[in-house]
Nanobody, 127 residues
Framework: QVQLAESGGGSGQAGGSLRLSCAASGRALSSYAMGWLRQAPGNEREVVAAISRNSLNTIYADSVKGRFTISRDNARNKVYLQTTSLQPEDMAVYFC????????????????????WGQGTQVTVSS
């Protein structure tokens, strides 16, 4: 099975940017559809962005469309989330997650379908 480790969280100013990274080990990342999810205090975990195995398809939550970009580098076993124009409501713990997917173009938008999770990285946004 795959192990996931996030990095790149921290504090940012409103309007600023952060780049989150997720490193996979134990199994090739190319076997998994990947997603970034977040959870703010008192809120349910939500899918922020997801990407298919071959990077052909991506989806985004409406709240981050045009501001966040998900990408992956299967050769390096890494997934990224570039965040821009950060807003205070983006403040949350961000999780990288993997779903074992048979389809190269499948995007997983349902958080229940993710089997493997990282520990999370905190993103704080100050206004």
């Amino acid at each position: 099975q795959v192990q996931l480790a996030e990095s790149g969280g921290g504090s940012g100013q409103a309007g600023g940017s952060l780049r989150l990274s997720c490193a996979a080990s134990g199994r090739a990342l190319s076997s998994y559809a990947m997603g970034w999810l977040r959870q703010a205090p008192g809120n349910e975990r939500e899918v922020v962005a997801a990407i298919s195995r071959n990077s052909l398809n991506t989806i985004y939550a409406d709240s981050v469309k045009g501001r966040f970009t998900i990408s992956r580098d299967n050769a390096r076993n890494k997934v990224y989330l570039q965040t821009t124009s950060l807003q205070p409501e983006d403040m949350a713990v961000y999780f990288c997650a993997a779903a074992l997917s048979a389809g190269y173009t499948t995007v997983v938008g349902d958080k229940q379908r993710y089997q493997y999770w990282g520990q999370g990285t905190q993103v704080t946004v100050s206004s």
